[in-house]
């Protein structure tokens, strides 16, 4: 018997001395602030409680170690106290998601009892053992630092008066989300849950020739262990091209270690967890196709139609070679991207059960109607017995747009009609979703004698792994987005979308852009030293700008920033000469041909509440928050009195949260539903509205694809943007400067924290950041490999708002979600060489990679 405190009440667990302390809290205790976000790995932070008055990582603690001991868990806190740090992070912006939130409250209150008068650098020393991969850490140590202040007897700044548009309205759920209150995907406890766990392929490439499940269904507390033949309906899935199989069937060819051959079903998720290790599979273990080089000549099939998926081609303005070849100045080089992991820290999970002859699935997913679609053709049923209710996530960065585990839990309830939650380990998340696309980029720029760009020719080729996802369209945009931030009047551009045995790769934050403009700006860099051009003028005097084209072919309205963007850095770059300059350009909306819409209802409840429906995933950024400040805007009623849902059975139809376009289609959308309501307002009061619902829609329907129709639009809108990199004298990076145009910042604070957040994972990107494969599998499933950056890695970030009005955005906002890490890298790589002279070729910038 282990006897201890646990939050003042003294305990005892009859159990395994070796259960995890998390394990323990979150089971048996039934306190869910303490988050898993690693699997015990000791590496993020989110389980961390207070033992015996230190820090511990839940995780990694035994309950052998508690014996005697006090355990404090945020649950724990006094309540003064709690709401202090907690204001302290609602104030200040520091929570995004808010998975992490929990941990960074306990090691706060430690911290402080500490070092009640902290300074900058004892705080980022405190915040070693903790991950946050939204927002930058900067709001995270102002949070620390204000929360310092109260407890010593400062006071709290009065919330800002506006609420509306331009105001720094708290974040929806911020609170409940710090306090560990709002429930993530793998907090849902239902009456009667069981638990799924899945069995993975263990090559990249293999027959399965045997699936022996006889021992793992006779183990205890399992209920059920399901295969690919239990699948009722479709049993390929995919967001544009459907050849991704919820399980590989006995006889096939697996195509990536990411295949699921199995699931079992058990009381416990634990019980799962040890039927799944006893499942036996019988392989013919073929050889993998992991070179993309090769790919597109290789015997080897990953797909029978073949390896290519698709071509974009782009050619415009003329013969290219011939007027690279008359120009005064060609850079070229070729250029590497590497496979990076999203990281998020919360892992996939979903609860689905049975309901009306149907299911109802609890989805952290980034696109609801999406999940719907595509389980109502797995199990065979109409969209309408589908129901599927968002989660707010812990984290997307576009590795959620893919479905993972909502089709198995969905398949898994319906079949025993019981309420199911499977979830991911992080190292099955690792194993298991799209990456960051690595790419190899061929590129020749060309600039006349007076430093104006000529022509550009790129050969794009990227590796999307074993299954599409969105792979075409991040080479797509690749393409579109190639030639920077720049007008560059000829572009003869390939870029090639490659299945091999990898990993799959899909979407994640810049989607494809950062890449190109890596390859662009260094490009940029070279023929202004070719030349001998100010590097700020020649990209100030070839800025994309009204009447000027992008890589598609699009010529540009009014409402383009990337000047405005360069002058905000203009005095900062005459001080610092050597620093490196990158500008960007990321597209909002997903365009190309392709409808971006969204339908919003506002439900009258009663005078004193409403609720806003609409399609999109809260995953962080704040399109929750955002859909409320264009309410009170527009209605001016109290935001307090609003609440969000997102959940199929409104009709509040979207697409995915993706391409940056959310607050623009919500927003308007908002905006239309307002009309009306507001026009009721003026003659009647909120409560004689109950039961009203005011409906709104905005769509854009006139896009299309590159050089396609009579007039190219590949985009209703783009954001743009410039950073600059300082080094210091060690040729450390001192600082950056990240001046975006946001068109109209909609709240400076979410605006704030999305940039932050963004050059840290650039920053991470150039840097440090990696996901390599050994015959198409993860060499290290450890968190703590990734090379993700802490707090204390994190240089000096300046973020310059700058608002130049869009034409279609609500109140003229641009997406802010990509954008930010779009030059990153690239002024990272410029930095980097004007302190030693060695151009960079390849990512991440490792000591020594230049030569390679």
Not at 272 to 288: G, H, K, N, Q, W
Request: glycine share 12%.
């Amino acid at each position: 018997m282990i006897e201890f405190e646990l939050n003042g009440c003294k305990v005892s667990y009859p159990g395994d001395e070796k259960l995890s302390l998390l394990d323990y809290l979150r089971n048996e205790a039934g306190l869910f602030a303490a988050k898993d976000g690693c699997s015990g790995q000791g590496a993020c932070g989110a389980c961390l409680v207070e033992l015996n008055g230190k820090p511990a990582l839940a995780c990694v603690t035994r309950m052998k170690k508690v014996a005697g001991g006090k355990v404090v868990t945020l649950e724990g806190l006094p309540d003064r106290l709690r709401e202090i740090l907690a204001q302290a992070f609602v104030e200040k912006g520091a929570i995004q998601c808010g998975f992490c939130t929990p941990g960074f409250l306990m090691r706060t209150k430690i911290f402080l009892q500490e070092h009640p008068n902290p300074d900058r650098r004892q705080i980022l020393e405190a915040l070693k053992l903790n991950l946050c991969r939204c927002t930058g850490y900067v709001k995270i140590v102002e949070a620390i630092e204000h929360a310092a202040r109260v407890l010593a007897g400062g006071e709290t700044p009065p919330p800002d008066p506006n609420q509306g548009i331009g105001g720094r309205q708290e974040k929806y759920e911020a609170w409940e989300t710090a306090l560990g209150r709002r429930p993530f995907a793998a907090d849902l406890r239902i009456p009667g849950m069981v638990y799924g766990a899945l069995k993975f392929c263990d090559h990249a490439r293999a027959r399965i020739l045997k699936i022996d499940t006889v021992a793992a269904g006779k183990m205890p507390g399992v209920l059920r262990v399901f295969t690919a033949a239990d699948i009722p309906g479709e049993r390929l899935t995919g967001l544009i091209v459907v050849d991704w199989p919820l399980m590989i069937a006995l006889g096939e060819t697996s195509r990536t270690g990411a295949d699921v051959l199995a699931g079992v079903v058990a009381m416990s998720e634990a019980a799962a967890r040890t039927a799944v290790d006893a499942i036996r599979v019988s392989y013919e273990v073929l050889e993998p196709l992991t070179d993309v080089m090769q790919a597109e000549n290789s015997p080897i099939r990953v797909h029978e139609k073949g390896n290519l998926l698709e071509t974009c081609r782009i050619e415009r303005g003329g013969d290219v070679e011939r007027i690279l070849s008359a120009s005064a100045h060609v850079a070229s080089g070729v250029f590497r991207t590497q496979m990076i992991e999203h990281a998020f820290l919360e892992t996939e999970a979903a609860v689905a059960l049975p309901e009306e002859d149907g299911v109802r699935l609890y989805s952290q997913g980034q696109g609801v109607y999406e999940d719907r679609r595509q389980v109502a053709s797995l199990l065979r049923l109409p969209l309408e017995k589908v129901r599927v209710i968002q989660v707010a996530n812990g984290g997307g960065f576009g590795g959620k747009e893919d479905m993972t585990v909502q089709g198995h839990a969905a398949l898994f309830a319906l079949l025993l009609q019981k309420p199911v939650r499977v979830r991911l380990s992080r190292p099955e998340s690792l194993r298991m979703h799209p990456k960051r696309h690595p790419l190899r980029m061929e590129y020749a720029l060309g600039c006349d004698a007076a430093g104006k760009l000529t022509a550009l020719r790129a050969r794009i080729i990227g590796d999307t792994g074993a299954y599409a996802s969105v792979g075409t369209k991040v080479l797509e945009r690749a393409a579109g987005h190639a030639s920077g931030a720049y007008h560059v009047p000829a572009a003869d551009i390939i870029a090639k979308t490659i299945y091999t045995n990898n990993l799959p790769c899909g979407a994640m934050r810049g989607f494809g852009v950062n890449q190109v403009t890596f390859a662009m700006e260094a490009c940029v860099d070279m023929l202004c030293e070719k030349g001998g051009f100010d590097r700020w003028q020649f990209r100030y005097d070839n800025a994309l700008a009204e009447g000027r084209m992008t890589a598609s072919g699009q010529v540009l309205g009014p409402g383009i920033g990337v000047r405005a963007c360069l002058l905000a850095l203009k005095e900062k770059f005459a001080a610092a000469p050597d620093a490196g300059l990158a500008c960007g350009i990321k597209n909002t909306g997903i365009g190309n041909g392709m409808v971006d819409d969204s339908v919003v209802k506002i439900e009258i409840v009663s005078g004193s509440k409403l609720v806003i429906h609409h399609g999109w995933t809260e995953m962080g950024q704040g399109v929750h928050t955002v859909a409320r400040q264009v309410v009170c805007q527009e209605t001016g009623l109290d935001p307090k009195i609003m609440e969000v849902r997102v959940d199929t059975a409104s009709g509040a139809r979207s697409g995915m949260t993706t391409a940056s376009r959310a607050t623009s289609l919500v927003g308007n959308a908002l905006i239309n539903a307002s009309a009306a309501l507001k026009r009721d307002l003026g003659r009647t009061p909120l409560s004689g509205l109950a039961g009203k619902v005011y409906e709104g829609s905005w769509r854009c329907d006139w896009t299309t694809g590159p050089l396609q129709g009579d007039k190219t639009i590949t985009h209703y809108s783009y954001g743009y943007a410039s950073q600059l990199v300082v080094l210091d004298e060690k040729g450390k990076i001192a600082s950056i400067h990240a001046a975006h145009d946001a068109g109209r910042i909609v709240n400076p604070t979410l605006f704030e924290g999305q940039i932050q957040g963004a050059v840290v994972m650039g920053l991470g990107y150039a840097l440090s950041e990696d996901l390599p494969l050994r015959d198409g599998l993860p060499v290290s499933y450890r968190l703590a490999d990734l090379g993700l950056l802490k707090a204390h890695e994190v240089p000096e970030i300046q973020v310059i708002g700058v608002e130049v009005a869009d034409a279609h955005g609500p109140y003229g906002a641009k997406g802010v979600g990509e954008i930010g890490l779009v030059p990153t890298a690239a002024a990272v790589a410029n930095a980097l060489y004007q302190f030693d002279g060695v151009r960079r070729f390849r990512l991440p910038m490792r000591a020594g990679d230049e030569k390679k």
